[in-house]
Every structure is written in C-alpha cells, then in structure tokens.
C-alpha cells in the first residue's frame, strides 16, 4: 500500500524472515535456560570440589575433627576447635557491638527521619561502610586501631598483644553494621501506619509506640537481619587475617581467648593454603572451608527465607 | 495522671536522644578511616608511582603500576564473564518466575550471595590453578566473576520485572520475535538499572582479595599475561601492609587511596543513575 | 466467501483446564467494523487475542480449532509472520518509551531488522499517523520520545504503529476504556475513516460504543458466542434472550 516495491515480494521476504527468526527464537530460550543451569552447576561444583578435596581428611580424622584442639601440621594433627572457636567469638562479639548501632540506625532511620538531607546523608554514610573494601578496614586496623588497643589493654592488666580477637572483633563489628540496618530500616518502613495512629490516638509517647507497636512486627525481620550481618561476620577473610594474629593453639582462660591471638576457619585458610605442602594439610583445610561453606549458607538462606516470609504476609 | 505523663514523655525523649546518639556515632569511625587513608594515601600518588612497578626492599620509590594494570585486567575479564552469564539468567528468572528451575537457580544466587569469597579461591584453585600448573589472571578473573553473578543476576531481574507488561505485549503484536523483544526492548528500557546492579559489582570485586590469594597469586611485575600470576590493588595492599618494610607500607598507603577512590566513584556514579531514572535495585 | 477475511471455525481456547472460548463459529467480511461486547469474563479478550495467536504466549494457554486468515488458518502458519500481518491496539497506549514518535510508528520494521530506505520511511510514518490522525500535531516533533503525548495522542500513535505494517485487519482491545472522553470520541472518529482500507474488530465493554461504531456486533457471554448480527437489529430487536437481558442492563 504505502512502499513501491510489490506487495507480494514484501510478503514473501517478510515470511521469510519470520521463519528464520522462529529458529532464532528457540536458540534464545535455550540460551536463558542454559544460564540459569549454569548457576546451579557452580553451586553444585563448589559443593562437590569442597567435599572431594577434603575427603582424605574427612575419612582419616573422621567427625572427631570438629573438636580436635590441636592444630599442628607439622605432626600432622588436625583439629578444628581452635578455629570454631576464634571464628564464633569474633563474630559473636562484633554482633552484639555492632547490633545496638544496626538498631538505632534502623529505628532512626525508618521512624524518627526517613525523609530529608539529614536522612539522606545517614544512609548514604551506611552505604558507604558496606562499600570499603575489608582489605582497607583491615589495614587501617593494624596501623591506628591495634596501638589503641594495645594501650588498652595495658590499662586493664592484659597482655597487650594488640592483635587478637578483640580487634578483629571491633573491626569486623563496624563492618558488618550495614547489613543489620538497613534490612531494619526497610522493615521499620513498612509498619502499616493504621497501627502506629491506633497505639497514638491512645496517647502513647513515641517511645511506647517503638517500643510496643514497632519493635514486636518487625521482631522477625530484624532476627533476619542479625542473621544476615552474621553471615557476613562469618565469611569475612581479609580484615580479621590481619588483626587476628593467626595463632593455632587454643586459648587457656576467657581473657585470653578474648584479648589475645588467635585464628578463625578463614583466617587459617588463608594464611596456610599456599603452605599446605601434603595432602593430608591441604584436605584438612579444605574441610574447614567446607564446614565455613555450609554454617554461612545456612544462615543466610534462614535469613533470607524470614525476609520473604515476612515481605509476602 | 500529669505526673505520669511527663515522665513517660521524658522516657521518651531521652529515648530519641540515645537512638540519636548511637545512629550517629556510627559516622565516626567512618570518618576517622577514611580520612586517615586519604592523610597516608594521597601524598604518595603521582605520576612515577602510578607508572613504576614496586621497587626492591631497601631502594625508595616505585609505585603500583602492576597492580593498576592487573586490576584492570582481571576486572575486565571478569566482567566479560559475568556480564553476559549474569544478564541471560536475569533475564530467564524475571520472565520465568514461576518454574522449578526459577526455584533452583534462584536459590543457587541466593546461595552464591552467602559464600564465603575465600571459599570461591579454594575452589577456583582446584578448577583452573591445579590444572594449568600454575597461578593465573585467568583464574582471578573467574573467581571474581562468581562473585559478580549475585549482584548481576538480580538487579536484572529485579529491574525487568518492574517493567509494565504492556511493552512486551506491544512489541510481539507487531510480529517481533522473542528474543528480539527481549534484546531491542526489554533490556534498554531496563538499561539504567541493569548498569548500575553491573557498577556495583565491579565495586565490590576491585576490592576482593581472598579469591585472588592463591589464584592469581601476584607478581612483582608488569604483566599482560593471563596464564601467569597477576598483581592486583587489594592484593599488594595485602602483602606490603604486612611486610616489615616502611617503603612498601607507604605504597600501600598509596593504593589503598586510590582503591578507596574508585570505590567512591562508582558507588557516586550508580547513586546518580538509580536518582536520574529514579531504578529501585 | 471471496469478501471473507477472518473465519473461526469450532474455535475453543483453554487457560490450563479452563475452557474459555467455547465453540465458536463466525465470519467476518473486508472492510467491516466489528464490535464484540460481553460481561466481565466472558471470553471476548481471550477470543480476540486467539486471532493473532498472542493468546499462546501464556504459559499453560492453549487453543483448539481454526481461525482462518484470507483462507489459511493462522495456526498451522508461523505464528510471528501471523502476528506481522495483523495489527493489535492494546487498553492501555503503550508506546515505547526507549524510542522517538518516528521510530516507534517504524518500530516494527526497526525491531525486526528490516531494511528500509530512509525514503520509504518517511512515507510509511507520515501516511501512517495522517490515517491515525496524528500527523498534523506531531510533524514538528518526529524525533522526540512521545512522552509529552495524552492518552488519547499516545493511543493513536500505537494505532499508526500498527498501521505502519501495512495490515488487512486490526485488533482492538477495549482500546479507548483508559482515556477520557475527548480522546475517546477521537479514537471512536477514527473507526470511520480506517475501514475503508482495513477490517476492524473492536472488543468492547462499552455498550454504546459497540453501537455507535459498529456495522455488526457479536455477543458473547460465559465463553460462548451467542448472538453475531447486525449492530442495529442487536440493539433494538436481539433474537436471544441473554442479549436482551444484556444490552438491558440485567448484567453487566
């Protein structure tokens, strides 16, 4: 009608062209599809590599291995507990540290200023937290924050080592308080408001509705949060391998498990990989990363699974 | 009764005053760290450090340029990985949402997310390192691509499925094939927030570390080659901040300056993208 | 029939197990407009969309029976040359925002990859948005994204779009429901002067419409078509009862 050239060529290319593009069509779909398996077949190697390699040491130390306490390569005894040990106390320090800051962020941020510069600014500066590189927070760490620490415990009657625990937990506590705050900031948002004028028209104070209203909706999705900044606190190598202090041997009193050196299932990894020289070295540590591998993606995926309950109902 | 009511509201108030007080003295330690990297880093940037490889123990000088360049390497390779893989699963799972291997996959992303990255070093080091014989750019940048895929895979997904339906419908009516549609319409209407999920991956990986440890390994020089071992900015940072030497503290210093400032930039950047078209990630 | 343009014969499509579109036989004649009006639910949109096989991109949507094109049934032809030879304008205008009022009255050349001289272009867009007429409120701003355009402008704009690739018969779903009166009246206007050159079937959930615009009206209710005849006898003398309680108001 409108084009010069006859109508039927225009047809005939037109049909053409429509039935090479159907073969086209599927070779897309497939290609999606193949994407999506890829994923699961990453998962799937990484789970099959970690348990391949760490066979040897699985069969030969068997479940014992979970609370060995002596990690000697050179005598060729392996145990985990020290590193089970040093990496709970780290992460579990810098949670409860860090879970105060994470809440008062959330609540300010969701409740008492969730819009203007002021707010804006705030959640950017927590944005930023998450986006430094923990290879940064850890050297920053070992320069300004170990001397400090070190002063303070010569304060408090300790060995002042300086590395340790403690500053691998102070460091890692400031790192993974992004993550706690702002799933809450989220979570405190969506409280209907219905709720909150209810619990106002009552005349309850600002702190009784947070306190009475908020914090009890959003009590499972907070849970997640910690979760999540768990998680983080659990798999995080580079900051702790420095301030950490890679010591292998268990620790013989609470004060010194907490302020002195010690070692966490990545931190060992990391430090000893590229010196495991036998077999029997090398699968144990793989076995500890097999073990890192499967506490951190069971508790991000409970804390993920709250999160999408809670966001459905 | 009025007695009553004002202590309740003091409680409140000093109430406010703490969660005031804590939110905000979060800031400080932010504050105090990178002002201290900016103090110790920026002084040790100029053009000899960004264009020299480290130099020996015991002489001054030298610079970072291997790592610069190594960065840039395996970055790159490791989006030429990701970017393609993490789109088309994108893709698959916002127009897909309801199949068994939507589930499977998706929970593998989620899964991904979660993985420890030193656990992804091991076990890139048992794909390719092992095999090969020796430690690689090929095999960082395969172990930063894996970790690129979470963040890829859904700020995809999550951008096509907040595009109304209406502009697929209208371009298949017109006799557009589906992956046509797909690639012609789909994914540039979604193009702002695609770049920016991108952005913030390669954010996160030019800081990694532990997946390059024993991958790509490191290398005192200049090297283009992606079958031997490459230098990288958080990897130097790494090695000389834990060396004895006061020389190579300083470089460090000097690169974590300049890795802190990429950092910034690209999260300023995505920042200003998601305002410009208004994208929730 | 040699004026025959679309037949269905013994046409059913099914979401999953539900049976949607029951049995239905009709004919439609070159250059006619179409209304097909119903209740909520009842089939029309799902039978509409059959007519250029979008009802199959669906998950779990599928059809039984023909529907004949010019004589050949569009399900046994390659479905994206099927859905090239016919136009749909959808309820609510869309556009595509990624592209200019001049690219998108192309935009089914230019998605398909289809070479056409800059020439012909020209040519194609400005016929195309003077039968939508369009052309004398947007000649100026060819190369801007139609952002600035009502509803009612956005909406003929997807009518030249659909025009633009030269079709016999054009779909329309309920496509003036999501704009105001003004736009509506314009749209409805523009019925008139398309049927000259195409065929026109208009699903409808307005009652006045259908009868304002239509030559012949086909009614459906709960999947089946009951009734098929000319508008006028519909309106004023329907031969079964369900019409009747229909256009009356009973059901809506």
Request: charged content about 15%; some cysteine.
């Amino acid at each position: 009608m409108f084009v010069k050239e006859n109508p039927k060529f225009v047809e005939n290319k037109r049909l053409k062209l429509s039935n090479s593009q159907l073969k086209w069509e599927t070779i897309f779909r497939r290609i999606l599809i193949a994407m999506s398996v890829l994923l699961v077949l990453i998962i799937l190697g990484v789970l099959a590599t970690l348990i391949l390699e760490s066979l040897p040491s699985i069969k030969s130390l068997g479940i014992g291995f979970l609370w060995g306490k002596v990690w000697d390569p050179v005598s060729n005894v392996y145990g985990a507990y020290p590193f089970l040990v040093g990496t709970l106390l780290t992460s579990f320090i810098a949670l409860i540290i860090s879970v105060p800051f994470s809440y008062a962020i959330a609540i300010y941020l969701g409740e008492y200023n969730p819009k203007g510069w002021l707010s804006d600014l705030l959640k950017n500066a927590i944005e930023l937290i998450a986006a430094v590189p923990s290879i940064i927070y850890g050297f920053w760490g070992l320069f300004v924050l170990v001397p400090i620490v070190r002063t303070f415990e010569m304060k408090i009657g300790v060995a002042p080592y300086g590395i340790g625990v403690f500053s691998s937990s102070l460091i890692l506590a400031v790192m993974i308080i992004p993550y706690a705050a702002s799933l809450g900031i989220t979570l405190i948002r969506m409280v209907p408001s219905p709720l909150k004028e209810g619990a106002y028209a009552l005349g309850a104070t600002r702190f009784e509705v947070i306190r009475s209203v908020i914090m009890p909706y959003t009590r499972s999705g907070l849970f997640a949060g910690v979760l999540l900044s768990l998680g983080r606190a659990l798999g995080e190598t580079m900051a702790v391998t420095m301030l950490i202090g890679n010591t292998s041997a268990v620790a013989n009193t609470i004060k010194d498990a907490i302020f002195g050196p010690g070692n966490t299932m990545a931190s060992v990894i990391a430090n000893e990989f590229t010196e495991a020289d036998h077999t029997q070295y090398l699968s144990a540590l793989i076995e500890l990363g097999l073990v890192l591998f499967f506490v951190t993606v069971i508790i991000n995926l409970i804390g993920k699974r709250i999160i999408t309950r809670f966001t459905n109902e | 009764m009025e007695a009553r009511i004002g202590i309740r509201n003091t409680k409140s108030v000093i109430f406010k005053g703490i969660i005031v007080f804590f939110a905000f003295l979060i800031t400080l330690p932010l504050i105090i760290i990178l002002l201290y990297i900016i103090k110790q880093g920026a002084g040790q940037v100029n053009w000899h450090f960004l264009t020299n490889v480290p130099a020996p123990v015991g002489e001054a000088g030298g610079g970072i340029s291997n790592a610069l360049l190594g960065s840039f390497i395996m970055v790159l390779i490791a989006s030429v990985i990701a970017i393609p893989v993490g789109m088309m699963a994108g893709i698959y799972l916002s127009e897909n949402p309801k199949t068994k291997l939507a589930y499977y996959s998706g929970l593998c992303v989620d899964i991904l997310q979660g993985v420890p990255s030193i656990v992804v070093g091991i076990v890139v080091y048992f794909w390719i390192v092992k095999p090969l014989g020796t430690f690689s750019a090929l095999s960082g940048s395969v172990a930063l691509s894996i970790m690129m895929l979470p963040i890829v895979i859904r700020s995809t997904e999550q951008t096509l499925r907040l595009l109304p339906a209406s502009l697929k419908e209208a371009a298949l009516s017109l006799g557009v094939p589906y992956h046509r549609v797909i690639l012609k319409v789909i994914v540039p209407c979604g193009f702002a927030g695609i770049l920016s999920g991108i952005m913030l991956s390669i954010a996160r990986i030019i800081g990694e570390t532990a997946p390059l440890l024993f991958t790509a390994f490191g290398n005192p020089y200049l090297s283009t080659s992606v079958t031997k071992p490459m230098e990288s900015l958080p990897h130097l940072i790494f090695t000389y901040a834990t060396s004895p030497y006061d020389d190579w503290h300083n470089l460090a210093w000097g690169a974590s300056f300049i890795l802190l400032m990429f950092v910034l930039v690209l999260n300023i950047i995505t920042k200003l993208l998601t305002r410009k078209w208004k994208v929730q990630l | 029939m040699e004026s025959t343009i679309v037949k269905a014969e013994n046409y059913n499509s099914y979401f999953g197990d539900n049976h949607v579109v029951k049995d239905v036989n009709i004919s439609i004649n070159k250059n006619e407009v179409i209304a097909v009006m119903g209740p909520s639910g009842c089939g029309k949109t799902t039978f509409l969309r059959g007519i250029n096989r979008m009802h199959e991109l669906i998950p779990n949507a599928t059809s039984k029976g023909k529907i004949l094109l010019d004589g050949e049934n569009v399900y046994d032809m390659n479905a994206i040359y099927v859905r090239s030879k016919i136009g749909m304008v959808f309820q609510r205008p869309n556009p595509f925002p990624n592209l200019s009022i001049y690219e998108n009255v192309v935009a089914g050349y230019l998605l398909n990859g289809l070479k056409i001289s800059k020439a012909d272009k020209d040519v194609i867009v400005e016929k195309s948005l003077t039968s939508a007429a369009l052309w004398k409120e947007v000649k100026d701003s060819l190369h801007k994204k139609g952002t600035f355009l009502s509803g009612g402008q956005q909406q003929r704009l997807c009518i030249a779009r659909a025009i633009a690739m030269q079709p016999e018969l054009i779909l329309f779903d309920e496509p003036t429901s999501a704009l105001d009166p003004i736009s509506t009246s314009s749209v409805e206007a523009l019925f008139h002067e398309l049927k000259t050159n195409y065929t026109l079937i208009i699903v409808t959930h307005n009652m006045q419409q259908a009868a304002r615009v239509s030559d012949r009206t086909a009614f459906f209710y709960m999947g089946e078509l009951v009734e098929f005849d000319d508008t006028k006898k519909m309106f004023t003398n329907p031969a079964d009862q369900r019409t009747q309680n229909y256009i009356t108001g009973r059901f809506s």
